[in-house]
């Protein structure tokens, strides 16, 4: 069964770090895109940040730019999402999901083919 599990996600206070991680099953994630999501209760999804297929490329959001940091570890079957001077509006359900299609040196927020079910990050303040 292909699937993506999302971990790490918790309670943190404001200021604190945490780090996701996106696992897969089922197939390996070298041939794939990975882009992070998040949606806020009430909110639409919003894509925080992706990464090419061999980590060369990366992209973040303004809203989490230079505070957030994603990775891979293709032997790992792992990418991970580095979170540091969190604020209460990251307060959201956190998604990975995987881009067959998306070129070799970029990647994106959209057409995606594998979801996770996300992990829940509460910033207190």
């Known amino acids: 069964q292909l699937q993506l599990v999302e971990s790490g996600g918790g309670l943190v206070q404001l200021g604190g770090s945490l780090t996701l991680s996106c696992a897969a099953s089922?197939?390996?994630?070298?041939?794939?895109?990975i882009s992070w999501f998040r949606q806020a209760p009430g909110k639409e999804r919003e894509g925080v940040s992706c990464?090419?297929?061999?980590?060369?490329?990366?992209n973040y959001s303004d809203s989490v730019k230079s505070r957030f940091t994603v990775s891979r570890d293709n032997a790992k079957n792992t990418v991970y999402l580095r979170m540091n001077s969190l604020k209460p509006e990251d307060t959201a359900v956190y998604y990975c999901?995987?881009?067959?299609?998306?070129?070799?040196?970029?990647?994106?927020?959209?057409?995606?083919?594998?979801w996770g079910k996300g992990t829940l990050v509460t910033v207190s303040s």
């Open positions: 999901a995987a881009d067959y299609r998306a070129l070799a040196t970029s990647c994106r927020y959209n057409g995606m083919n594998y």
């Open positions: 990464i090419s297929r061999s980590g060369g490329w990366t």
């Open positions: 089922g197939f390996t994630l070298d041939r794939y895109a």
